[in-house]
């Protein structure tokens, strides 16, 4: 919602700020809205930090700056000004109440992989052993993704 070049760039500011260093980040991807599909269209990106906190210390001050975002949590893929997942953990495995590492949907969904092969391509998924590439051209996920020039960016919101 609102000004979706305008949040990833407040989303990577307070990361920076108070997380951890941005290593990298992807070109940011524009997609149909998934889920609930009544919605604008979603825009992407997918970032590599260093922090030293701890998987659920993550999880705690990224939903902290969904919410500073402005982010209500109304309705499951609802709209959003800011949703902020963890995709990875280096190769770390985690599955508690809270919180799954990886992300149980990531070779589900081009508009997570498109990005990510941008950033790390050669990664290989710490479960099913594949790398970034291998799982987007085995992802059956049909749903448009278009790279956007940041340049032109005001014609692509």
Not at 112 to 134: C, R, S
Request: with cysteine.
């Amino acid at each position: 919602m609102g000004d979706r070049h305008s949040n990833l760039d407040y989303g990577r500011q307070e990361i920076s700020r108070s997380i951890g260093g941005i290593i990298t980040a992807s070109s940011i991807y524009k997609t149909a809205a998934w889920g609930n599909v009544d919605q604008p269209d979603f825009y992407n990106q997918v970032i590599e930090i260093h922090s030293t906190f701890s998987p659920e210390d993550l999880l705690f001050h990224l939903l902290e700056i969904e919410k500073m975002a402005g982010r209500i949590r109304r309705e499951k893929w609802g709209p959003r000004v800011l949703d902020i997942d963890i995709l990875f953990y280096g190769d770390f495995i985690l599955a508690s109440e809270n919180l799954t590492i990886p992300h149980p949907e990531i070779s589900n969904r081009k508009f997570t992989l498109l990005p990510l092969v941008e950033i790390a391509p050669g990664f290989i998924h710490p479960i099913t052993h594949k790398t970034i590439n291998q799982m987007l051209l085995e992802c059956r996920d049909d749903l448009a993704v278009e790279k956007l020039n940041r340049l032109n960016r005001d014609t692509q919101d």
